[in-house]
């Protein structure tokens, strides 16, 4: 049985403001949601440059040496998918919440981790984002997979509905293993990209019960080991602060920060999405490994099986050689556990003009039709 690794009651300091437990917008109270929903959390005052030095940056699997590529590096950054909290989508199941600010956040980086395995599988690693450059149609179209809409298969809507069958109301906050099970689940509708998440169970990897694709793993950070040199490595998320982890320099992991609330964005009359402020143009935040909690979510994209070899690899020699290790990997499935089932879609109703109606058997209750 997957553990959910995270207490149910949680800490989280934002802007002075420290909330315990979840957080939910039919309780909080109106001038401190009107705070939330108004925020614009850039941190700029709070910012210091990088150091001038000869230390080596690893920007998801990717290095760069901070004194000659500094603008690089920060290209690299930029170009990353930034998600975080909306103001004024639909409400959430036509009757819940407009906003996510409060409680959306691991919900965000969720998307932010799913989004570079898309980047990565429509257009490499390798490919840079330019601001208001003609981009190619993959990348528009893997952006609408999240907007802030009830028929886009990985919005706001779709996954806190989603939720509702691990147990958890709309509204509510999510630990890093309940948004990889959501992933997992909503993976299953999306023909399009055609990807498999696998999560893992106990902290253990079983090399013979993962198809492809994205590895997703709900882990303990141990000293300062997080494969910063892989080139599979898309993210890690985790909590205090609740923030997507996807780069490292030394001690220090630079982030992309889901605690600012902007207005929603759609599609434009063009079929285009503005996509301005779906990537960070400040500078990066950074913060030393020692203050990162230890509960993450640790995300791996494999293209094709020779990647997925490529990444065992790696991990028997760096990690399985440590006393305190963040995950252990197996070649067979432990007889002790309970059989592995393969992933199956949620039952499927066609309504209407070929509209699909999800309906999430778990919860017993419908999602949203498109």
């Given amino acids: ?69 500094k603008s690089k590096l920060l290209a ?6 930034w998600f975080t909290y909306r103001r004024k989508f639909s409400p959430i199941g036509g009757t819940g919440p407009s906003s996510d600010a409060g409680w959306g956040c691991m919900l965000r980086c969720g998307q932010m981790m799913l989004a570079q395995a898309l980047i990565c599988r429509h257009l490499g690693r390798d490919w840079n984002w330019e601001k208001q450059k003609e981009q190619p149609k993959e990348y528009q ?18 996954m806190a509905q989603m939720g509702v069958g691990e147990g958890k109301s709309i509204g509510e906050w999510f630990g890093p293993n309940t948004v990889a099970q959501v992933l997992k689940k909503l993976a299953l509708f999306d023909e399009w990209n055609s990807l ?30 997080v494969l910063p040199q892989h080139s599979e490595c898309v993210s890690m998320s985790g909590i205090k602060p609740v923030k997507p982890v996807s780069f490292k320099t030394g001690d220090e992991l630079i982030f992309l920060d889901p605690h600012t609330t902007q207005t929603f964005v759609d599609t434009e009359e063009n079929g285009m999405v503005d996509d301005q402020t779906f990537h960070c143009l ?4 950074r913060m030393n490994i020692l203050n990162l909690d230890p509960s993450v979510a640790l995300g791996f994209f ?25 995950f252990e990997l197996v070649q067979k499935h432990p007889p002790h556990w309970p059989p592995f089932v393969p992933p199956a879609k949620p039952e499927v109703t066609t309504t209407g003009a070929g509209k699909l109606l999800f309906r999430n058997i778990l919860a017993g209750r419908p999602m949203d039709s498109s």
Avoid at 196 to 210: F, H, L, R
Avoid at 282 to 285: G, K, N, V
């Fill in 302 to 326: 494999c293209q094709e099986e020779k990647d997925f070899d490529s990444w065992c690899s790696l991990v028997q020699k760096e990690i399985l050689k440590e006393n305190l290790r963040m």
């Fill in 76 to 81: 690299d950054i930029s170009a990353r998918l």
């Fill in 196 to 225: 498999a998440v696998y999560v893992s169970m106990d902290n253990t990897v079983v090399i013979e019960d993962i198809s492809e694709s994205l590895a997703c793993l709900p882990s303990r950070v141990v000293g300062n080991e």
């Fill in 141 to 158: 179209r893997i952006l609408q997979c999240f907007l802030d809409r009830k028929d886009c298969c990985y919005s706001i809507h779709q």
């Fill in 282 to 285: 400040q500078p990066p935040q």
């Fill in 1 to 69: 049985m997957e553990s959910e690794i995270l207490n149910s009651a949680i800490a989280e300091e934002m802007q002075g403001l420290s909330f315990i437990g979840h957080i939910q917008k039919d309780i909080m109270p109106k001038p401190v949601l009107s705070k939330y929903e108004n925020q614009i959390t850039i941190f700029n005052d709070y910012l210091e440059d990088f150091p001038d030095t000869d230390e080596l940056v690893w920007i998801l699997g990717k290095q760069h040496l901070l004194k000659t590529e």
